[in-house]
Structure formats: structure tokens, C-alpha cells
């Protein structure tokens, strides 16, 4: 069971390209996430999808897309890389209740923009 | 949306002593709070949880408190080890599926 995997690992970008950070998750759950994480800023939701189908803005949505490609996979683009968007990137996944949910965090890509 | 704030930023304590970290938040409609461990390099990883219906709960060495009237809730490791070095978060989500992270806490355990 590996839980949440997100590719690449690490990513070195040069303004103005774009890319694709890819999540999948195998707990059969509904609820997919992406947070960023900066130094001493902790961890800010950028889109969620509540369930396959839907995606909603989060905390900081500005210069990302995302796509929730079916119930395992949930995607984050960059269409116009930022110095500003070097950052450490999650993903997460929950299941569906009443109230919250534990959230199951990927090990994380880390994005550097030159 | 929710505002949560975290303190202290850092946190030093000898092994084996107590370690607090206090985490407010603003919406009165939050009911699930959890706290998270994150080492350094690693994931952010699910350490304990409470609900708006329980005033406390604990995990052998870990528990966390709420005070629903205050708005605060906080974590308590007791027999600090070596290994409770680390960045702890709190948050909280009033019902949503989305969570509301709380700065972080470097707790620093001293041999």
C-alpha cells in the first residue's frame, strides 16, 4: 500500500516554462488536496477536490491549474513558472465524513524556479 | 475563512521533560483538529487528533486539550525523547474537507 505517491521528487524550472505535478492516491479516497510549503509560513492550500469531478480554489490558487483526472489521480500545472512558485509542494487525500478528516500527505516535490 | 495562530515558533526542552504547544483558532464552527509531526525533509504526518465533542484525548506520551469557549487547544508530549525533535502543526476545519495549518512549532529535544 503505498499510500499517496507524488512525481517528480524535485524540479528545477526556469521562468516562464510550465509543468505538471502528478498525485495519486491508493486509499480509495474521495477528497484530494495540494498545499504549498514555505519557510515559516506553514502549509496553504492551493485547490482541493472534494470528490472526482470537482475542484474548488483554495488559500493561494493564483498561477495554478489543477485536475482531478479520476478518484486516484489529482494533477497541479504551473502554466507560467514564477521564481515567486519555488516552493515545497503536497499533496493529500482524505476520505469523506461528517466533520474533517484525517489528511494522508505525499512525500512532497520540491520546486526550485531560476 | 479560519485564522489558525501557533505558539511557540521554536521550543527547547531537556529529554524528558514536558513539551506545550498552544494553537488558537477563530471559527467558532471548527470541529476537528488535528496535529501533525513533520521531520525534516519528510511528509507532514497525522500524530493525534480531537473532535469538538471531547475535551481531551491522549496516545501514550501525547495528548491534546480543547477548550471550545477559548477557542484554543493545545498538544502535550510528556518524557520528551530525542525523537520528538521535530516541526509540529495544528489545524483545524470548520466541516470542510479542506484544513486551516497553524505556522509550526521546531521542537528541539536535548540530550
Known amino acids: 500500500n503505498a499510500g499517496v505517491t507524488q512525481t517528480p521528487k524535485f524540479q528545477v524550472l526556469k521562468t516562464g516554462q510550465s509543468m505538471t505535478l502528478q498525485c495519486a492516491q491508493d486509499?480509495?479516497?474521495?477528497?484530494m488536496y495540494w498545499y504549498r510549503q514555505d519557510p515559516g509560513m506553514g502549509l496553504r492550500l492551493i485547490y482541493y477536490?472534494?470528490?472526482?469531478?470537482?475542484?474548488d480554489k483554495g488559500e493561494v490558487p493564483n498561477g495554478y491549474n489543477v485536475s482531478r483526472l479520476n478518484k486516484r489521480e489529482f494533477s497541479l500545472r504551473l502554466e507560467s513558472a514564477a521564481p515567486s512558485q519555488t516552493s515545497v509542494y503536497f499533496c493529500?487525500?482524505?476520505?469523506?465524513?461528517?466533520?474533517?478528516?484525517?489528511?494522508?500527505f505525499g512525500d512532497g516535490t520540491r520546486l526550485s524556479i531560476l | 475563512g479560519e485564522n489558525v495562530e501557533q505558539h511557540p515558533s521554536t521550543l527547547s526542552v531537556q529529554e524528558g521533560d514536558s513539551a506545550v504547544i498552544k494553537c488558537t483558532y477563530s471559527?467558532?464552527?471548527?470541529?476537528?483538529f488535528p496535529w501533525y509531526k513533520q521531520e525534516l525533509g519528510k511528509r507532514p504526518q497525522l500524530i493525534i487528533d480531537?473532535?469538538?465533542?471531547?475535551g481531551e484525548k491522549k496516545d501514550q506520551r501525547i495528548a491534546v486539550t480543547l477548550n471550545k469557549t477559548a477557542k484554543h487547544f493545545s498538544l502535550h508530549i510528556t518524557e520528551t525523547q530525542p525523537e520528538d525533535s521535530a516541526v509540529y502543526f495544528c489545524?483545524?476545519?470548520?466541516?470542510?474537507?479542506?484544513?486551516?495549518f497553524g505556522t509550526g512549532t521546531r521542537l528541539t529535544v536535548i540530550p
Open positions: 493529500a487525500s482524505s476520505a469523506t465524513g461528517t466533520g474533517g478528516q484525517p489528511q494522508h
Open positions: 486509499m480509495n479516497h474521495n477528497s
Open positions: 477536490s472534494a470528490s472526482e469531478g470537482t475542484t
Open positions: 471559527d467558532s464552527a471548527s470541529n476537528y
Open positions: 480531537i473532535r469538538s465533542n471531547v
Open positions: 489545524a483545524a476545519t470548520p466541516g470542510a474537507n479542506n484544513l486551516f
